[in-house]
């Protein structure tokens, strides 16, 4: 049963009527980011009700010291977690004396909240009646600017309905937080300084272990219907917090209103002891453009990314605010600027999974920030793993591997690896072929020729020695095997030889082999370079050829497919529509070991080899293969729909492909996982994009080109998308009357449409 209290509308997610049991959810689906920092749509004023505060600062975060049961060599010592940061929105209200909070208020009418994507705002309206019975309207608008991206602002608006009132707002700041999911209950920040000067207020802190330095800072101004008021505070500082106190009396039917001014200062950006100056700088910026100007501004720079990013689709509210929504948080999430930065699993929205970076990034992310962005930022997702090589290798070492092998951490903040279930940790070692993947996906969409004898090779030659020394020979079969490992479907743990994990191993040593070829031809000083510093040699590479032409590959005659690992067939095979659905979700109904000897899948698997390698296969094999795993397939892995409504598009199966889609796209929105309260899924956000360009629009890249068969769900009238592709943005619109194909910008471009050549000119 899905949640679907959310409103359709085209550009904004609209929630209406107060009900506390969705507060949580809300917050995450409300949240704000502008790739820097953000939040969860935490209530300004006190709410005592059942919530999840949290405040986040991109690339900020604490090593929580690993907690397992039984300790296991090459283990991580910590688990590292985004920090929830020190709270800014907080705006306490007194109105006659008596605290504003909804969660004891009498009565609360006309509640409203509206996540505005179109010009990246968030507003929240009420009528609340006090126990004292003072009834009161409130307004609340919310930005984090996407430019000055340091600083937030605030406009909250209270308006008195039934008499006379003397109002206190008190705008604070608040250090004294703690996160959800900490494994021991740590203190995280260290509180270095609290201070005020001239109406503005600083918090100085400081992460224990990691030693990030923090300045959380705000400003407030107070108005009294149009009009600033020069008003005297009241300073409050505690240990952990501080407040400004503004006293205001108003007649029945007057607004007071305070615009408040707030943010983070980091010593990622700038030097420990100037953050203090650094955030009255950006105040003095915020406050000298004031709050109209600054949201216009958003709204500007959201006009901008919307050029480039926004899909539209006709006939189907519900599909169109689906996409906007998922295209809208994955900006907020990740804009390109900092090749520190990368792009965690529940971005801003909540604290779950920890680390900022999976494999997600590469197999997901990257597409759509490739064909939305310019070419920079999908590079700076490369660069991201590049500067981390050193380690990679030293993760490799610590699991006994020698020489450069490198194996990329499933979870991490700075390259290290800091994800402790050993079932993922030792053994999901796919990552590395969606890392070598993901090169081999961004050069040939770019032709960024540069990027590989720059920094991409050195890349591919760790994976490749990787690969090396994990695989074992088998002489009876006289083929290379891995095992031990957790494919994709991570409802199967400690296998032999998963088809997907072998297959893209194989792929992997071929690629990097004739990277090398292509390197040592075309850029002989960096060839030489390279060689110098990894110390490879010809006989290495050679062994790589041997270990990929001799890569075993389970396959089933009798069945006619790949099989997913060995032993597969060894279960009972049930298909999930003869399942009990009282049994579903597995994962919330069944013990983990009823769920690894059943032949259920998470998420896509081999059908995952299928989507990257699609030209390898014959349509005639990706239908049987798609037939036979979707159905042993729960889905319950957010990154496993856009896949198969990929392949499902490929195949011409409409109808299937669009449930898939709507699964994807509103996963969130409408809560089909029964968890949008711990955050938002970011990462498989992409993947929705996907569905569209890749699955419906047909868009593919051969020889340098690109091709489409697009193709149109029956519930929609039309719909358009845009790719950037070389210089050239590209407008691609769909109906049942036939396909437009249109640049926005750019010299002409030559295309393949359903096997046909088009040139589409610039005029």
């Not at 971005?347 to 920890?354: I, Q």
């Not at 990679?392 to 490198?406: C, H, P, Q, S, V």
């Amino acid at each position: 049963m899905i949640q679907g209290y959310i409103k359709p509308d085209n550009w904004s997610i609209i929630e209406e009527g107060f009900d506390k049991s969705l507060v949580k959810s809300s917050e995450s689906l409300f949240s704000l980011g502008n790739g820097a920092m953000g939040q969860r749509a935490n209530f300004e004023e006190d709410y005592s009700g059942p919530t999840f505060q949290g405040s986040y600062i991109a690339g900020v975060y604490y090593p929580d010291k690993t907690r397992v049961g039984w300790w296991k060599n090459g283990y991580p010592e910590y688990f590292a977690k985004v920090l929830n940061a020190p709270n800014w929105i907080g705006i306490r209200v007194s109105v006659n004396r008596e605290y504003l909070d909804l969660n004891t208020c009498k009565k609360v009418k006309e509640f409203r909240r509206e996540l505005n994507m179109k010009e990246g705002w968030y507003l929240r309206s009420f009528v609340a009646t006090l126990q004292n019975g003072t009834e009161i309207e409130v307004e609340s608008t919310r930005i984090l600017h996407l430019d000055l991206d340091e600083l937030g602002v605030i406009n909250y608006q209270i308006k008195v309905l039934n008499g006379d009132a003397d109002i206190e707002l008190t705008p604070y700041l608040d250090a004294g937080i703690t996160n959800e999911d900490s494994n021991w209950d740590d203190k995280f920040w260290d509180i270095l300084s609290v201070s005020e000067e001239n109406q503005q207020a600083f918090i100085r802190t400081r992460t224990l272990k990691s030693n990030f330095d923090a300045c959380t800072f705000m400003q407030s101004k107070v108005f009294v219907e149009a009009t600033e008021i020069s008003t005297k505070y009241i300073p409050s500082e505690r240990p952990k917090s501080i407040g400004l106190r503004y006293s205001v009396a108003i007649k029945k039917g007057q607004t007071v209103s305070i615009l408040k001014y707030a943010g983070y200062t980091v010593s990622l950006n700038h030097s420990p002891d100037e953050l203090i100056g650094a955030a009255k700088r950006v105040l003095e910026k915020g406050m000298t453009l004031g709050y109209v100007k600054l949201k216009k501004q958003q709204a500007e720079i959201w006009a901008g990314i919307w050029k480039m990013a926004d899909i539209t689709i006709v006939g189907d509210v519900k599909a169109q605010q689906g996409i906007r929504f998922n295209i809208f948080q994955l900006n907020q999430t990740y804009l390109g600027k900092d090749p520190r930065l990368n792009i965690g699993p529940k971005g801003f929205t909540g604290e779950k999974y920890g680390g900022s970076t999976y494999w997600d990034t590469e197999a997901y992310c990257l597409p759509f920030y490739m064909a939305t962005k310019e070419q920079h930022v999908a590079r700076n997702l490369l660069k991201y793993r590049y500067d981390q090589l050193d380690k990679a290798i030293e993760n490799a070492e610590k699991l006994g591997f020698e020489n450069g092998a490198a194996l990329y951490p499933m979870v991490t903040m700075n390259g290290e690896e800091c994800h402790n279930e050993w079932e993922i940790t030792f053994e999901e070692i796919h990552r590395n072929g969606a890392i070598a993947f993901a090169i081999f996906n961004y050069t040939r969409y770019t032709n960024d020729v540069s990027y590989i004898p720059e920094m991409g090779l050195e890349v591919l030659i760790g994976i490749a020695r990787f690969w090396h020394q994990r695989v074992t020979y088998n002489k009876a079969k006289d083929l290379y095997m891995i095992l031990g490992v957790t494919g994709p479907n991570e409802y199967e743990n400690n296998v032999n030889n998963n088809w997907h994990t072998n297959y893209i191993a194989k792929w992997c040593l071929e690629y990097a082999t004739g990277q090398i070829e292509k390197v040592e031809t075309n850029f002989e000083r960096d060839y030489q370079r390279i060689m110098e510093t990894t110390s490879l040699s010809r006989e290495e590479i050679s062994g790589w050829t041997q270990v990929a032409n001799k890569m075993y590959l389970p396959y089933s005659e009798e069945n006619g497919v790949y099989l997913q690992q060995d032993g597969f067939l060894d279960k009972d095979l049930v298909p999930v529509a003869d399942l009990d659905k009282s049994q579903r979700p597995i994962n919330k109904k069944w013990s983990w070991d009823r769920i690894l000897r059943s032949p259920y899948i998470k998420q896509a698997d081999i059908l995952q080899g299928f989507y990257f390698f699609e030209d390898h296969f014959s349509t005639e094999q990706l239908e049987k293969h798609f037939d036979y795993y979707e159905s042993f397939t729960v889905h319950e892995s957010s990154l496993s729909p856009c896949v198969h409504s990929i392949l499902a598009a490929k195949l011409n199966r409409m109808e299937q492909a669009y449930e898939f889609y709507l699964q994807t796209s509103r996963l969130d929105l409408d809560d089909y996982n029964k968890e949008v309260e711990e955050g938002c899924h970011i990462t498989s956000m992409a993947g929705t994009w996907m569905s569209i360009v890749e699955g419906f629009g047909g868009m593919r890249l051969r020889d340098g080109l690109l091709n489409f068969e697009p193709r149109i769900p029956k519930q929609w009238d039309n719909y358009t998308f845009k790719v950037s592709f070389r210089g050239r943005l590209l407008k691609v619109s769909v109906s049942r009357d036939g396909n437009l194909f249109c640049l926005d910008s750019g010299e002409s471009l030559k295309i393949i449409v359903n096997n046909e050549p088009v040139t589409v000119h610039a005029e």
